[in-house]
């Protein structure tokens, strides 16, 4: 929108219920993707995992794994330090927050809160891709793989008909499915954040400011 770049993120979880965590996050910029893994202590063969999202996806793909999820809020933080500007990116997820709901940025706050790490997103601008595409969708499906299809098409990475997948597959350690279906989710956020950027007015996109008042 306007001279601000997309950053398309999104989280996977091991479940809905008090006590679930973050088990994936992901970041798609112009340049590529960032990925992070939270094993729960397991072990990962990071170069192995490597090679199998190389195998799948087109896009250049950064990879981190993180023994807890306290790490990897704090590689989330590391990476909107070294990477995302507030002058040039806008962050987006489909349905990560709304005005009446939303999922990923809420669950992120309460991991930050129950972990104790800083907020990774201050002084950076956010924007729903969900709002954006509302602006010209007009069909039945509203999720983000029915827009994404309806919109443009294309074949992706994710291995998955469903995100149910995504908690089943963690549990077992099969990484890169996992992955792969995260990495799906932000590259189809971002291309519809692109899209939205070309043709909703400027005065349609919802932006508020992520930085916390008291920072």
Not at 13 to 26: D, Q
Not at 46 to 53: E, F, N, S, V
Not at 175 to 198: F, K, M, Q, S, Y
Request: aromatic content about 10%; hydrophobic content about 40%; overall charge negative.
């Amino acid at each position: 929108m306007g001279n601000l770049d997309p950053i398309a993120f999104d989280i996977e979880t091991s479940g809905l219920e008090p006590g679930a965590v973050i088990t994936v996050a992901g970041l798609a910029t112009e340049m590529g993707v960032w990925i992070a893994l939270n094993t729960a202590e397991r072990y990962a063969d990071t170069d192995r995992l490597q090679r199998g999202i190389a195998d799948e996806v087109s896009a250049n793909v950064r990879l981190s794994v993180f023994q807890s999820e306290e790490r990897l809020l704090e590689g989330i933080r590391e990476f909107s330090s070294a990477a995302i500007d507030g002058d040039r990116h806008y962050l987006t997820a489909y349905n990560g927050e709304r005005w009446n709901g939303g999922f990923d940025l809420p669950f992120l706050r309460s991991a930050c809160v129950r972990q104790e790490v800083v907020w990774p997103f201050p002084n950076l601008a956010y924007a729903d891709t969900m709002d954006m595409v509302g602006r010209f969708y007009t069909g039945d499906v509203n999720d983000l793989v029915g827009v994404y299809e309806a919109l443009i098409g294309e074949v992706d990475c994710d291995p998955f008909d469903d995100s149910e997948r995504a908690v089943t597959t963690y549990e077992e350690g099969d990484w890169v499915p996992l992955l792969l279906h995260n990495i799906a989710d932000i590259l189809r956020t971002r291309e519809l954040a692109v899209v939205a950027g070309r043709y909703v007015p400027k005065s349609d996109f919802k932006m508020k400011n992520l930085n916390p008042p008291d920072r």
